[in-house]
């Protein structure tokens, strides 16, 4: 039968096995999100984080939980301190963890607890290159990965590099939910295009949930 309400917000759309889209999941939340990215953005400043091999990345990155995701000469790690401020990581908003758990069970995924977000700001021409998120020791957990403002398209391939890739195009509130079977399939961000979103102004932000 014909769904006439099934493009109503939110939405759910397979991605891959074990992989799902909630579009438009994080729009009722909108308010107190950015107030708490201000908010976070606040005690750990953004940066343009430096990789192992001495690039600068292009989209710059801060976080909050008791622990985050960061780089050094050495590779990628999680660390209890940020390394510019030299205190701990703020707190994980409230409204953060809870959005976060709600969409990984929308996701069949019970009992997620987060203890680190990553929050990613992209400018017009950031980009994520193709990666796996394996720097974690709980495979068990998914990654829910939140998006607000200006929109852009998400790579989303298979177990190896070379795997033929979907394209897809994150929008203001949508979520991505993956683990199971794809928890370490690769993925990435293409050059965000230039824009002006109502909420962000010129800027793409994500939140990525992990449990290390
Ligand atoms: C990530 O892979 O950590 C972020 C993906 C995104 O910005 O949507
Ligand atoms: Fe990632």
Redesign the pocket.
């Known amino acids: 039968m014909l769904d006439l309400f099934a493009d109503t917000p939110p939405w759910q759309e397979p991605l891959a096995p074990g992989a799902v889209i909630l579009r438009r999941r994080a729009l009722a939340d909108m308010d107190s999100l950015m107030a708490g990215i201000r908010d976070v953005s606040a005690q750990s400043p953004f940066r343009r984080m430096i990789t192992p091999g001495g690039y600068t990345m292009s989209v710059a990155m801060t976080n909050c939980g008791n622990v985050g995701w960061t780089t050094d000469r050495h590779g990628y790690l999680y660390a209890g301190i940020d390394p510019q401020t030299q205190k701990p990581w703020p707190d994980m908003p409230e409204v953060f963890l809870v959005l976060a758990q709600v969409c990984a069970l929308e996701a069949g995924y019970v009992d997620f607890r987060p203890d680190a977000c ?1 929050v ?1 700001r ?1 400018a017009p021409g950031a980009k ?1 290159s193709l ?1 796996q ?1 394996k720097d974690e020791q709980t495979l068990s957990a998914p990654i829910v ?1 939140v ?1 607000l403002g200006l929109p ?1 398209v ?1 790579q989303f391939g298979g177990l190896k590099r070379n795997d033929p890739l979907q394209r897809v195009l ?1 929008e203001h509130g949508d979520v ?1 939910v993956w683990g199971g079977e794809s928890r370490l399939f690769y ?3 293409q050059p965000l295009k230039e824009g002006q979103h109502p909420v962000t102004g010129a800027f793409r932000y ?1 939140l ?1 949930f992990r449990h290390t």
Do not use: E, P, Q
């Open positions: 990553l990613n992209y994520l990666h998120d990965s998006s852009a998400f994150l991505v993925h990435g961000i994500n990525t």
